[in-house]
């Protein structure tokens, strides 16, 4: 069973670790936080997929190609984050790849919220009806991958399998 992630980070640790020649003092390590991509996170060793969306993958291009929106939403959800603790809610588990499926937050900003409304991820999934009302909003207002010829990060893994012959 997959346990709870209460997880705060860039937190700073003010306890130190002694040397064996007590004049160097050296930071003790903490979990790193890092953004894999538009709709995952990690926390030390610990992937996290986050809940009902699904943001473009580094390779998904758009606009037949000349757009690429997966380091976009990547760099989006960097900056929503800015450096703030992060606290995810395991929701749910991927068992496709294995990993928990947590509600995020910074603060009270929810960030899945945040990643839908402003166009870089739609909303996915069997909760998809959670994110659904951000979504049609960012459509309107053409944001994001909204302001161009897209297709949600599923359509197009279907498509690049049908092309291959898979």
Known sequence: MWRLI??????????????????????????RFQVVD??????????????????????QTCDDGQWHPGPLAKKALEEFIA?????????DVDTRNNRPVAQCFVGDDDLQAMMVSAGWAWSSGRYRDRYAPEEREAAIRKAGVHGHRCVPPSEWRTQQRERSGQ
Do not use: M, Y
């Open 38 to 59: 538009g709709n995952t996170v990690r926390f030390g060793s610990q992937v996290v997929r986050l809940f009902a969306i699904d943001a473009p993958g580094r390779e």
């Open 6 to 31: 209460f997880l705060a980070c860039f937190l700073p640790l003010a306890a130190v670790a002694q040397t064996d020649d007590d004049t160097k003092a050296r930071p003790i390590s903490k979990p």
């Open 83 to 91: 450096g703030r603790p992060v606290n995810c809610k395991q929701v």
